[in-house]
């Protein structure tokens, strides 16, 4: 019956593809949520479209596989057989096994292959590679060791090919220190705290199970710039840390005073208002701390990084020294600002993870906008700048998700920008700019094979990764969790020799 | 009920050519599932179109629900006791997306309640709901997830309104540096 409705759906749509001279031959380069989300759109908006999706890694799935933590809860929901996580992965997978779709694991733009070639081969270009780099902090001591951003912790312990080998020290101090408080921040502090039983069966990469077994963390501290009306994280997300097991949350009830503007954010912010209420009652409900051990987690407001002190080794952290700050109206955006007060103070730890937000990187000849770590675009159209420093659309070269819009939002957010991007595409379609008049169509996937054999380049179809599924799934079943992940690079491209 | 599917499928395919456009439909194989667990949990029969009233029984076994689109556009369906508007949605090509299928991760089946009665006659979102109700596009105090709001006799005539496109991604402000 599945096939009967797909069956459908071609009867449905084949009506707008008369209009097609040839395939309207799309790369999607990313296949996280926001190149999948595109690619379905784009198969479903026309039937004469071809659409190959590139990603870097022999997975598909982006931060759905190597970013979502692995302890959310599995869904409570009982008609719904699956946890959420799947759910995506099996409609992205329904996407991927479309005729029209081809998957090209172990191609990374930029090394593999070029702008300049996707362009020359494609009629539409989408970047969709995400955001895969930090935000420095620029203080003093940020290169010490012991000191990881979120993404490189988080990269490792969902067995990212890429931080294996990234082995955090978790048994030379008690104390871990987080800095901001967005969804991330709370995501890997959960880790820490979590009881080790919760997570012995879950997905999580076994070198960071081992790892967290043996931790000698007991404290964490999430430190925040601004205070509990402005924190990052959403009700979700900081409803699911107060709830772990036997733990002790430490909140200021000072820090839970609120100013003028305060009260002003919170009539505004539906989300600042749960939040706070959250805290508020976090920060007054009695709890049992009499517990031997028992994990503490501290949120710390109006603190920000001043520098890392290292230790006497002079190699690595030891602390951290945070100014005392508070909140300034900032003029026309109406938002309150953190500023140092030069008051510090500092704050003992083995292990701190930067969780300030991700960034994304360039490629060669990609117009990108330095400062906001994003593409320059309109409505996904990526925009350049001529000579006389106006803004032009690069023909046929389009963006979506975290590197369009900068690295925010849940994985639905990028399904509405997947839609606004291919609505652009089709439009630009339907006006003829995306298929030359005369000359030769353009060799799209063909094309695409053809550069790869000439690199002697070795790609991972959908059916490689598929190989790796299966290996994992069955390891994971030996061990009582959905998976065991795979987690080098070799390993990876053996699994797909099978 | 194999032959039944096929002719609401038939009916599917002929009325696109109507008012909503083929372009924004949600995902076929969850519709195809959807329709599944509602003929395995809630013994629905597909054959069972249109109000039932029968004699002397106050029993309703579908209810009116009117959807209006982002345009305005209006569409009354039948939904069955029991079902979610989200499924009922899909069952009638109205374009309510629903990206994680009910398992309230996503928001993007969002609806609006017309009618502040009928609103107040909805229970109580959960704090989940509540939790991904935070992140909906243009939020009203009248909005719920269509997921979690399931047929109910009382709801009969409630009409519900799709979010307007308030989903900009452009720019704000950009000035582009030369590269
Ligand atoms: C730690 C973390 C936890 C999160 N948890 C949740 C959650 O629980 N729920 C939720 O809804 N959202 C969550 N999010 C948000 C969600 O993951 C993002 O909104 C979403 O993944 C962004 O999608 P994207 O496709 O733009 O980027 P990504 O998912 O990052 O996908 C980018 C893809 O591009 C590939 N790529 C990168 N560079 C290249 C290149 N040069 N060539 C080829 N391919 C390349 C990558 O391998 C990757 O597969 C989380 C985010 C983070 C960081
Ligand atoms: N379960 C989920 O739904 C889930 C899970 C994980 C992530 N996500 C999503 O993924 C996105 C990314 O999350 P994120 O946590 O990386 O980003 P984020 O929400 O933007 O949080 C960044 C944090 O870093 C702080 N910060 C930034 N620059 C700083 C500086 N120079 N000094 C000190 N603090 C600084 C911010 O404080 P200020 O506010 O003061 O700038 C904020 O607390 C978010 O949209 C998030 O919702 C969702
Ligand atoms: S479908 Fe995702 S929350 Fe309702």
């Known amino acids: 019956m599945g096939q009967l409705l797909l069956h459908g759906w071609k009867l449905i749509s084949r009506g707008f593809s008369s209009l097609t001279p040839h395939p309207l031959r799309v790369c999607i380069v990313g296949s996280g949520p926001a190149g999948f989300y595109t690619a379905e759109k784009m198969l479903k908006a026309l039937d004469g479209a071809e659409v190959d999706i590139l990603d870097r890694l022999p997975t598909p799935f982006g931060l759905v596989r190597s970013g979502v933590a692995p302890d959310h809860p599995e869904t409570k929901l009982s008609h719904l057989p699956e946890t959420w996580k799947q759910i995506v992965v099996n409609q992205f997978s329904r996407v991927a096994a479309n005729e029209r779709c081809s998957f090209f694991g172990n191609v990374n733009l930029g090394t593999t292959v070029s702008l300049s070639d996707?362009?020359?081969?494609?009629?539409?270009?989408?970047?969709?590679y995400g955001a895969e780099s930090d935000r420095y902090l620029g203080v003093p001591g940020e290169d010490l060791g012991g000191i990881y951003s979120a993404r490189e912790f988080v990269w490792w312990y969902n067995g990212h090919p890429d931080c294996s080998n990234v082995s955090p020290d978790l048994k030379n101090t008690d104390t871990a220190v987080v800095l901001g408080q967005g969804n991330v921040a709370l995501d890997v502090a959960r880790i820490l705290l979590r009881p080790i039983n919760e997570l012995e069966t879950t997905d999580i990469a076994e070198h960071a199970l081992t790892s967290l077994r043996e931790s000698t963390i007991r404290k964490v501290y999430l430190v925040g710039r601004r205070g509990p009306v402005q924190a990052a994280c959403t009700a979700k997300e900081l409803r699911e840390i107060l709830g772990i097991k036997d733990l002790h949350v430490c909140i200021q009830k000072a820090d839970l005073l609120t100013s003028a503007a305060d009260e002003e954010e919170l009539k505004k912010g539906r989300i600042q208002r749960r939040v706070y209420e959250l805290f508020s009652k976090a920060a007054t409900s009695h709890q049992q701390h009499d517990i031997v051990g028992q994990r503490e987690l501290h949120f710390m407001f109006f603190r920000k990084p001043d520098r890392f002190l290292p230790s006497e080794s002079g190699n690595t952290v030891s602390g951290v020294r945070l100014e005392k700050t508070c909140l300034k109206e900032n003029g026309a955006s109406g938002k309150q600002v953190a500023v140092g007060t030069g008051q510090f103070e500092d704050l003992k730890c083995g292990l701190v993870l930067k969780s300030v937000g991700y960034k994304s990187v360039p490629v060669d000849g990609l117009p990108f906008d330095e400062y906001r770590g994003v593409v320059p675009n309109m409505k996904g159209r990526v925009l350049s700048l001529d000579q006389a420093e106006h803004a032009i659309v690069e023909k046929g070269l389009y963006v979506t998700g975290w590197l369009k819009r900068g690295p925010t939002g849940i994985i639905a957010t990028n399904l509405y920008c997947a839609e606004e991007t291919v609505a652009s595409i089709l439009e630009d379609f339907k006006n003829g700019l995306l298929t030359p008049s005369s000359g030769s169509p353009k060799p799209g996937r063909q094309g695409l094979l053809q550069v790869l054999e000439n690199k002697n380049a070795r790609f991972v179809p959908f059916s490689g990764w598929e190989k790796i599924d299966t290996k994992e799934r069955m390891e994971g079943e030996l061990r009582n969790k959905p998976r065991k992940k795979i987690t080098t690079w070799e390993e990876l491209l053996l699994a797909v020799d099978g | 009920m194999f032959l039944s599917r096929l002719s609401r499928l038939g009916l599917r395919i002929a009325k696109d050519s109507g008012q909503f456009s083929a372009t924004k439909r949600g995902y076929f194989s969850r519709h195809f599932s959807h329709n599944l667990h509602l003929v395995n949990n809630c013994s629905f029969s597909t054959t069972t179109i249109g109000n039932v009233h029968e004699e002397g029984s106050e029993q309703k076994e579908t209810i009116s629900?009117?959807?209006?689109?982002?345009?305005?556009?209006?569409?009354?369906?039948?939904?069955?006791?029991?079902?979610?508007?989200?499924?009922?949605?899909h069952q009638n090509d109205i374009d309510l997306e629903g990206a994680c299928e009910g398992s309230l991760a996503c928001s993007t089946c969002h609806v609006i309640v017309m009618d502040v009665d009928y609103y107040k006659k909805l229970e109580e979102p959960t704090d989940e709901e509540n939790d991904m109700l935070d992140l909906a596009f243009g939020l009203t105090e009248t909005s719920r997830l269509g997921c979690q709001v399931i047929a109910k006799p009382e709801l009969d005539g409630m009409r519900l309104a799709l979010p307007a496109a308030t989903r900009n991604f452009a720019v704000d402000g950009f000035k582009p540096k030369p590269h």
């Open chain 1, 118 to 128: 996707l362009c020359k081969m494609y009629d539409a270009v989408v970047l969709a």
């Open chain 2, 65 to 89: 629900v009117t959807f209006v689109n982002k345009d305005g556009e209006e569409k009354l369906i039948k939904v069955p006791i029991g079902m979610s508007m989200l499924e009922a949605a």
